[in-house]
């Protein structure tokens, strides 16, 4: 009988062991996966669950202190009840926060509150049994669903530099194959003691984190709000890239219909987020009028008003010519022939200037591409004659204006369009100065091959598709369809949907973007989802997709 006794206790001894050594291992584990996960939310609902498996509670709340003084729910769980608030739930713990001190004094009655102000672990029998702590709410809620709450284990979570950032509170210890609710044991409590730590650790470098991450990125706003304040023409396009670009990448991932041999990961998603978001972080030092310059005479004011005012004067001359004639007509005494002939020659010399003023004003616009001809009567006007202020004589149009306005196509001159692309090399120069981490240490060769070529003849590197990854590739399409169908730039109006897919499908056929991507672009319908919040509803027209170049259907 005594062997039989002992061996009995020696098996439960041994039983106990195996469950704490059990235990143990899993704390272990649990605290290597709270250090590698990366949303808060999902970081707190582990951290409830995790302290609900390790103690066998059946349910449990993690509460946060905030800066407000008080404990705010985060996450509620109770099994038996498949009630579930909070964390990654569509339900949110929306729970009046519990005040740490009422009246200026210590809210002692809620357990909770008193575990955080007194940094100890309550370990309680049976709540309606307890002295001391206003369990009023916990009943109500038992009477209003059925539970019964007993056992409570209510935990500081305390970090590395000794502050109560939470509390971890758990309930009913479920023991055996009846589930029958028990107190929570030494060991839980040692168990969730240490498992509180690891999570308080844990929860502080996660919120640190985000918080270098929402400071980071409010320095990128900060960069670009700087941009948009120097040309606001070009402030929306470092918000619409970003979105367009990660658009086209989540299409390009997902399993869908996915680019062969391309995925990502949540890292390489903020990896390319905060690329797309510092692509153009070089225009910080480009000149605004360069970057702004709407026509082709544009320096900080527009020259064709002084090209205006030398009209005047050339009509001027010309009055005062055939004013002079008719007075040297009159004076040889010259009939009225002579003088309706005079006349009729000054009214094709108004005439002439009238039609030459309105040619530069358009030539001057610089939408479509000019004809060799038009080019040459540029140069032609530009050699007319005129008397300036001074009484010097010179040629009507200066080399610099005959330069800008013979300008082939667009409104940039070719050192004004280098001063332009000048600003990608910036763009790296200024991003490789940074120390980054080792997940976001692509982020210059992601911002920085936007405007590199699949066939290698892009700036600035003249890299081609094989040395460009999949996000560049995508950034550079995202950013010429943005500027294509852009309704905000000084120099063009925004392009249709057709027409910014027509061009486009020409340079995925011309080597310049990745045909792949531009494929899926279109397939995916990116193009469609994006003019739908980007673009104006006259710039969505109907797309043939079968005539898009580059694309068969």
């Not at 709270?34 to 509460?63: M, Q």
């Not at 590395?160 to 030494?186: C, D, K």
């Not at 399993?255 to 062969?260: F, M, V």
């Not at 009484?391 to 013979?406: D, I, K, R």
Request: charged fraction near 25%; charge should be negative; proline fraction near 4%.
């Amino acid at each position: 009988m005594e062997r039989a006794t002992y061996e009995s206790d020696n098996g439960d001894a041994e039983h106990a062991a195996q469950d704490v050594f059990r235990r143990l291992e899993q704390l272990n584990a649990i605290g290597a996966a709270l250090s590698a996960e990366r949303d808060l939310d999902r970081l707190l609902e582990n951290i409830l669950v995790a302290a609900k498996t390790i103690t066998n509670a059946d349910g449990g709340t993690l509460y946060r202190v905030t800066e407000e003084g008080t404990l705010r729910f985060e996450i509620v769980r109770t099994s038996s009840l498949e009630y579930y608030l909070g964390g990654t739930s569509s339900a949110p713990a929306s729970f009046y926060p519990i005040r740490l001190y009422l009246d200026g004094k210590p809210n002692h009655g809620m357990v909770a509150a008193y575990s955080a102000l007194t940094g100890k672990t309550v370990n309680i029998a049976d709540a309606y049994a307890a002295e001391g702590f206003d369990f009023s709410g916990t009943k109500a809620f038992d009477a209003k669903t059925g539970y019964r709450s007993k056992s409570f284990l209510t935990v500081p979570m305390r970090n590395h530099e000794n502050e109560i950032i939470g509390v971890l509170q758990l309930i009913n210890a479920m023991r055996g194959a009846t589930a029958e609710v028990v107190p929570f044991s030494p060991a839980d409590q040692r168990l969730a003691e240490s498992l509180a730590s690891q999570a308080a650790i844990a929860l502080t470098n996660r919120m640190l984190i985000d918080q270098l991450e929402r400071l980071f990125e409010s320095f990128i706003g900060l960069i670009n709000a700087a941009i948009d304040e120097k040309s606001p023409y070009t402030g929306g396009h470092c918000q619409r890239v970003p979105t367009l670009t990660m658009m086209l990448a989540e299409a390009a991932a997902d399993q869908s219909n996915p680019l062969p041999g391309f995925s990502m990961t949540e890292k390489d998603r903020y990896e390319l987020k905060i690329a797309a978001l510092l692509h153009d972080c070089g225009k910080i030092t480009t000149p605004v009028h360069v970057v702004d310059k709407a026509t082709k005479l544009e320096t900080i004011f527009d020259r064709i008003h002084l090209v205006d005012t030398r009209f005047e004067v050339l009509k001027r001359d010309a009055e005062i010519a055939l004013l002079r004639a008719q007075a040297g007509l009159a004076a040889r005494g010259a009939g009225r022939e002579a003088m309706l002939a005079a006349e009729e020659q000054y009214r094709l010399r108004l005439r002439q200037l009238d039609e030459d003023r309105a040619f530069l004003r358009t030539c001057n616009v610089g939408g479509e591409r000019m004809r060799d001809a038009d080019m040459e009567r540029v140069r032609a006007i530009g050699r007319y004659r005129w008397t300036d202020v001074a009484g010097h004589e010179a040629n009507f149009l200066t080399e610099n204006e005959v330069q800008n306005l013979t300008i082939r196509a667009g409104t940039l001159a070719t050192e004004e369009r280098e001063i332009i692309n000048h600003h990608i090399v910036s763009t790296i120069r200024m991003l490789e100065a940074l120390p980054w981490p080792k997940h976001l240490k692509n982020v210059p060769e992601l911002a920085g091959g936007h405007h590199e070529r699949m066939d290698g003849k892009g700036y600035p590197k003249g890299l081609t598709g094989e040395q460009m990854s999949v996000q560049a590739r995508a950034m550079g399409i995202a950013d010429i369809f943005e500027a294509l169908t852009a309704k905000d730039r000084p120099y063009k109006k925004g392009k249709t949907l057709s027409e910014s897919l027509e061009i486009l499908g020409r340079m995925s056929e011309s080597g310049h973007v990745d045909p792949a991507l531009f494929r899926l672009f279109v397939q995916a319908k990116v193009y469609r989802r994006y003019a739908e919040t980007f673009l104006d509803p006259e710039q969505i027209d109907e797309v043939d997709e079968s005539r898009i170049p580059g694309f068969s259907p």
